[in-house]
């Protein structure tokens, strides 16, 4: 029987035999967000169910692992004919779970194709991290259709969120098969103090945060006019990038990276925009959202994805400020009010001066956000995913 609305904590005799379940995946350490969620999703599966037999077929550049209950074996390559290797490595599988991006599948045959092959015995399920328009598409119905098809060969279906499974519906996907269980949130509380010591940051100071690669989309430029407005109210307040080109950076984003400088100067904000222009590794993150107040993500682009920066902030117990698009729709679960139309300045300051001024408003904010990020932890995820994959 299906264990859905149950109680996880139920006896272990009543559920079913330990599964084998393989996720096919980008691995750590590679730079890759694909491989940094399969990471979080495998560890809170091995913490609510240790038994699980887990194993990633996962693309070259992954460290190989071979311990009790978990094997890693790196096997197939973007750029080639994976299909074939990718079978031998998933025979045996209880689960077969794909975690699909654009750009690490493409839109050739060969995903469609390894669908089609792998196991019948083992129930294949496919998470769609990005669902593209058609019409904000440079491809055109490429994406969406795409989208579609992997989801008509697959099993069962996960996607993030309403609007994704909205666009599968509509091009023909059972609603049934397909489920929304959120982008996993890892939570952290680091001290704001020793985080802006560890960091060289302003300790009595009002600190936002923007995180991750300076790309145009992010619009950083939004941000540099929220902060003038602000500074007209309070002089203590500064804008920490914690980020800065990716190796990748297009020249787009180049050209936008030299925009910004340029109007960080115009706009005499030199003194209150702290931006060093570099990666953070992983081990700096927690430290980076627990030195902040308030974190920004003012971004425009029309993707249907989850935005595992958000789960972040929101795991630190931050309050966020957003853009009103699909990627941040899930702030609506904590608080509708903190979304903004995109470059909308005046929207972005009015917002963080209430949440500095007004108590009770912030710790609504606060109690909501701390209630989401531990309905949507990684464990909580995890849970959700054992019980679709023990569905009949």
Not at 74 to 90: A, H, L, M, Q
Not at 338 to 350: D, E, H, K, R, T
Request: aromatic content about 8%; glycine content about 4%; hydrophobic content about 40%.
């Amino acid at each position: 029987m299906p264990l859905t609305g149950l109680p996880f904590t139920q006896n272990r005799e009543k559920r079913l035999e330990t599964m084998k379940i393989t996720y096919v995946s980008t691995s750590l350490p590679k730079q890759c967000g694909i491989a940094t969620y399969t990471d979080y999703l495998i560890h809170g599966i091995r913490e609510v169910e240790p038994k699980s037999e887990i194993k990633i077929v996962a693309e070259q550049g992954a460290s190989p692992i071979k311990q009790e209950n978990l094997e890693v074996v790196p096997c197939w390559d973007r750029n080639e004919d994976y299909v074939k290797s990718i079978i031998t490595n998933t025979k045996g599988a209880d689960i077969i779970h794909i975690q699909h991006e654009y750009g690490i599948y493409k839109f050739d045959d060969r995903l469609p194709t390894l669908l089609r092959s792998l196991d019948v015995n083992a129930k294949k399920v496919i998470t769609i991290h990005c669902v593209r328009p058609a019409q904000f598409s440079e491809r055109g119905a490429v994406d969406e259709n795409f989208a579609a098809k992997i989801a008509h060969l697959a099993d069962q279906v996960v996607v993030h969120l309403e609007s994704q499974k909205a666009i599968l519906t509509r091009l023909g996907i059972p609603s049934e098969k397909i489920h929304i269980i959120p982008h996993g949130t890892e939570l952290s509380d680091e001290d704001k103090n020793l985080s802006r010591k560890k960091l060289g940051l302003p300790i009595d100071a009002k600190i936002l945060l923007i995180f991750g690669f300076v790309k145009k989309h992010k619009c950083l430029h939004v941000v540099l006019e929220a902060i003038v407005q602000i500074l007209e109210r309070f002089k203590d307040v500064y804008l920490f990038v914690a980020g800065g080109l990716a190796p990748t950076a297009s020249k787009k984003d180049r050209d936008y990276a030299e925009f910004v400088d340029k109007k960080i100067k115009e706009l005499s904000l030199q003194k209150n925009v702290i931006y060093p222009n570099r990666f953070f590794p992983n081990e700096d993150v927690p430290y980076l959202f627990g030195a902040s107040d308030i974190v920004l993500f003012p971004y425009h682009e029309e993707d249907r994805s989850a935005s595992g920066s958000f789960h972040l902030a929101i795991g630190a117990k931050k309050p966020v400020i957003a853009s009103r698009i699909p990627k941040f729709e899930e702030l609506k679960n904590i608080c509708d009010e903190l979304l903004v139309l995109p470059y909308n300045s005046s929207g972005i300051a009015g917002i963080v001066i209430r949440l500095f001024e007004d108590i009770e408003f912030s710790r609504y904010v606060l109690k909501r956000t701390d209630e989401y990020r531990k309905l949507t932890s990684w464990e909580a995820v995890a849970r959700q995913h054992l019980d679709l994959y023990r569905r009949p």
